[in-house]
């Protein structure tokens, strides 16, 4: 009898703000640290959309700080409890050196979790240090995950499938007091993101060749053609992570980098919407993904949740309202079919 599960990544901007050191819930009208909401505001929109996605796991990007005095999973845990969430048990990997975590909520009643943190010599554990040239100097640099990605084993009517969540290398030039400035450190962004992108890609090559089903998910600050500075490279991180030249059984599937790869005019899906100051409008990205191993894309149904671009959540005002309010981030799912 086949089964079904709906996975979904979600990018929550600025949800550490909205809990103190206790893993409370602020839930109040001071502003929150979003831009025009209140922690109140965002939180409500937050409880509407993760009940109305209704996963039975969400990998969980920006999630709640993990430190001496803050806990992931308190944080997590206490939010769906108090919004009645099926999926309301939560798991983090190795943290972050930001205040930004990725982090799996899930339903315990449909699947198991646990953390299994892997290492080979072309790709050590995502912990640690890979060495990669990424100045083409024929020296090659140490490279370290400030976010390093969630590996885990999810256990699904006794079948095991393996999940990696990833927030990448962001490539914004924060700091840039010039354009020559903006240039040099956008460049540099780029190749730290590739290589974190190489190390992810080594990972994903050995469990494909280990017949292992695989999702690898989550925000990787890049796509398809998203900046000038991709022809330097010749291409994206993206592209690296799928194995796009590589042999049918070691590519990963995700229809939305499909799109954009395979045509240069015509729609194009997005994930994310950001306020650009000093042009005075909003522009659309996609930079997140769900991406399937072989063996589990047959009969997989994607879906971004985008408040304007799909017609369930356009046509319901409150979600769309919730969507626009929790995050500049849209959820992501996809239902297998095991």
Excluded at 17 to 27: M, T, V
Excluded at 202 to 221: I, K, T
Excluded at 303 to 316: E, Q, T, V
Aim: net charge negative; glycine share 6%.
């Amino acid at each position: 009898m086949m089964g079904k599960l709906r996975i979904a990544t979600y990018n929550v901007e600025w949800f550490n703000s909205l809990f103190d050191d206790n893993g409370r819930l602020w839930d109040d009208a001071e502003r929150s640290a979003r831009h025009g909401v209140t922690r109140a505001q965002q939180t409500a929109a937050l409880a509407q959309v993760f009940a109305a996605l209704d996963a039975d796991a969400v990998t969980v990007i920006e999630a709640p700080d993990q430190g001496s005095r803050r806990s992931t999973v308190t944080a997590l845990e206490r939010f769906a409890k108090r919004f009645g969430l099926r999926a309301r048990r939560a798991i983090i990997g190795f943290t972050s050196e930001t205040e930004q975590e990725i982090a799996l909520l899930y339903d315990p009643d449909r699947l198991s979790a646990r953390h299994d943190p892997q290492e080979a010599a072309k790709a050590p554990r995502f912990d640690g240090v890979f060495r990669f040239d990424i100045d083409a100097d024929a020296a090659p640099e140490p490279i370290r995950f400030s976010k390093p990605p969630l590996e885990l084993v999810l256990t699904v009517d006794g079948r095991e499938l393996r999940l990696i969540g990833v927030h990448a290398k962001s490539k914004a030039p924060h700091g840039a007091r010039s354009d020559a400035e903006r240039i040099r450190i956008s460049i540099d962004n780029r190749r730290k993101q590739l290589a974190e992108c190489v190390w992810l890609r080594r990972r994903v090559v050995g469990h494909l060749e280990a017949g292992d089903s695989l999702l690898v998910m989550g925000d990787f600050n890049d796509g398809p053609g998203l900046d000038e500075f991709e022809k330097l490279f010749g291409q994206s991180g993206i592209e690296i992570v799928l194995g796009q030249d590589a042999a049918p059984a070691l590519q990963l599937t995700d229809p939305h980098a499909r799109m954009v790869l395979t045509q240069k005019l015509g729609v194009a899906p997005s994930t994310a919407r950001f306020y650009l100051v000093e042009q005075e409008r909003y522009f659309d990205a996609l930079l997140d993904f769900i991406m399937l191993s072989p063996d589990l894309a047959p009969g997989a149904r994607w879906r971004i949740w985008h408040p304007f671009n799909d017609p369930a959540c356009w046509n319901d005002p409150a979600m769309r309202d919730a969507l626009l309010a929790a995050s500049d981030h849209f959820p992501v799912t996809v239902d297998l079919v095991l």
